[in-house]
């Protein structure tokens, strides 16, 4: 049975910083694209990040592009986001996604596949306000 787990929403002022956490369990990690969506309230969930198996091609959503950096250990089957320069935009639930086929690239189409099949998490909190 696979898990997602998000952690390191919060509460932060606008410019701030908040690094995110996914680690996925009962799947082999490295194997697998992970990414993040978020969902603001009243809005469609949409995608913001994902990077590949091995790390080496990542993907950004044009609202995060330059703020924010998506990185992988797999040794330690994690998943981060780490957000810089934060908006009131960014405020939005956090969904971590993790790919159920292995060695899928990464892209704009990943994001809409994943909305028919992956493995979600619960979701992390993130709200950006003074």
């Known amino acids: 049975q696979v898990q997602v787990v998000e952690s390191g929403g919060g509460l932060v002022q606008p410019g701030g910083s908040l690094r995110l956490s996914c680690t996925a369990s009962?799947?082999?990690?490295?194997?697998?694209?992970m990414g993040w969506f978020r969902q603001a309230p009243g809005q469609e969930r949409e995608g913001v990040s994902c990077?590949?198996?091995?790390?080496?091609?990542?993907y950004y959503a044009d609202a995060v592009k330059g703020r924010f950096t998506i990185s992988r250990d797999n040794a330690k089957n994690t998943l981060y986001l780490q957000m810089n320069n934060l908006k009131p935009e960014d405020t939005a639930m956090y969904y971590c996604?993790?790919?159920?086929?292995?060695?899928?690239?990464?892209?704009?189409?990943?994001?809409?596949?994943?909305?028919?099949?992956?493995?979600w998490g619960q979701g992390t909190q993130v709200t950006v306000s003074s």
């Open positions: 990077i590949t198996w091995s790390g080496g091609s990542t």
């Open positions: 009962g799947l082999t990690f490295g194997l697998y694209a």
């Open positions: 996604v993790a790919d159920p086929a292995a060695y899928r690239s990464c892209s704009a189409s990943w994001f809409t596949d994943r909305r028919r099949s992956g493995y």
